[in-house]
């Protein structure tokens, strides 16, 4: 049974966090706007993938530790909106699409909400699990600790990219739902290959190996976690 795109009975739910993602959006982004644009301009300009990111601030003034946890909320409201656009959009009839019963005590919209959430939230609990265990096998806390923070941080500009565009998708329907979320996937995959290349071109002065073998490492990292949440997604 596929999810109810809008049943009435969680009209204010969806309202409430719409409203509560777009509130944090604007407030991290009036804030912090010169550490947003310092670190959009340490993650995409080429001519410094050799340098680390905390570079960029050369006056030392890096994003605190309330900082990064408002950048990673606000990566974790897009990705979770991703989630429930897709699932309950029906964006691509081609693809399975997750299906839901209503829990005890809870409306069908309301699980939607709360799975979509879950699954983002075990999707980087396991990311993380991923990048601390491979780093004690091969004994690269410092490569880690680059990747996971890194990955964050580029995960966060394409969250503040997408994160408007995704609260109108929550309320749009049709083909033009569809062309902005081939948009948005097409801008995903350019995010994700420029974050691999400074990977691998700013990871080598953090790992011992080669080149080679810190893309095989990142793919490894950055793809089977993926697949296998799809596969888990889609049996649902």
Not at 53 to 70: E, H, I, Q, T
Not at 114 to 136: I, P
Request: proline share 5%; with cysteine; net charge positive.
């Amino acid at each position: 049974m596929q999810w109810n795109p809008m049943p009435e009975a969680t009209f204010w739910n969806m309202n409430l966090w719409i409203v509560a993602g777009l509130l944090l959006y604007a407030w991290v982004v009036q804030h912090y706007f010169r550490q947003v644009r310092i670190l959009f301009s340490a993650l995409f300009d080429l001519r410094n993938f050799d340098k680390p990111v905390r570079a960029a601030f050369r006056d030392g003034n890096m994003p605190s530790a309330w900082v990064n946890f408002l950048f990673f909320c606000v990566s974790f409201t897009s990705y979770a909106w991703w989630v429930w656009i897709v699932c309950v959009k029906d964006v691509f009839p081609a693809l399975p699409v997750l299906g839901v019963h209503p829990w005890p005590g809870w409306s069908q919209g309301q699980a939607s909400i709360a799975l979509s959430v879950g699954l983002v939230a075990c999707w980087y609990a396991v990311k993380y699990l991923v990048v601390r265990f491979v780093a004690f096998v091969m004994d690269e806390s410092r490569f880690a600790s680059f990747v996971w923070k890194t990955g964050l941080y580029y995960d966060l500009a394409f969250s503040l990219v997408c994160l408007p565009v995704l609260a109108l998708c929550m309320r749009l329907d049709g083909l033009l739902l569809k062309v902005i979320i081939c948009v948005l996937i097409a801008l995903y995959c350019i995010c994700f290959i420029v974050r691999l290349l400074r990977f691998v071109i700013e990871g080598k002065s953090y790992s011992r190996f080669s080149p080679l073998h810190i893309f095989v490492y990142l793919c490894a990292l950055e793809i089977l976690p993926f697949v296998c949440f799809w596969r888990i997604f889609c049996a649902l």
